[in-house]
């Protein structure tokens, strides 16, 4: 079974940059696109970036141009470099494969909060 375990988030004010990482453990080759999602309480979550084994990348309207994903195979890691960040972007965020069936078990997250 694939194991996810997210971090990197914290408390900043809007304007300020955040880096996350996603450490990926156990049955790994079972993990193609990855992506990163984030949920606000009381609402469905949201995938808000994709990355393919290739690299390709794909993003969400609401963060084009302020987040990158990226992914080292080697260590089988997952980053979300998150700038310019608002109120908006406050929520729980998580990662996981993308299509993978079935799903591996969500992890515990890493929260986001975005305020002054």
């Known amino acids: 079974q694939v194991q996810l375990v997210e971090s990197g988030g914290g408390l900043v004010q809007p304007g300020e940059s955040l880096r996350l990482s996603c450490t990926t453990t156990?049955?790994?080759?079972?993990?193609?696109?990855m992506g990163w999602y984030r949920q606000v309480t009381g609402k469905q979550r949201e995938l808000v970036a994709t990355?393919?084994?290739?690299?390709?990348?794909n993003y969400a309207d609401s963060v084009k141009g302020r987040f990158i994903i990226s992914r080292d195979r080697a260590k089988n890691m997952v980053y979300l470099q998150m700038n310019s960040l608002k109120p908006e972007d406050t929520a729980v965020y998580f990662c996981n494969g993308v299509y993978t069936d079935p799903r591996p078990p969500w992890g515990q997250g890493t929260q986001v909060t975005v305020s002054s």
């Open positions: 156990g049955n790994i080759d079972r993990l193609g696109t």
């Open positions: 990355i393919s084994r290739g690299g390709s990348t």
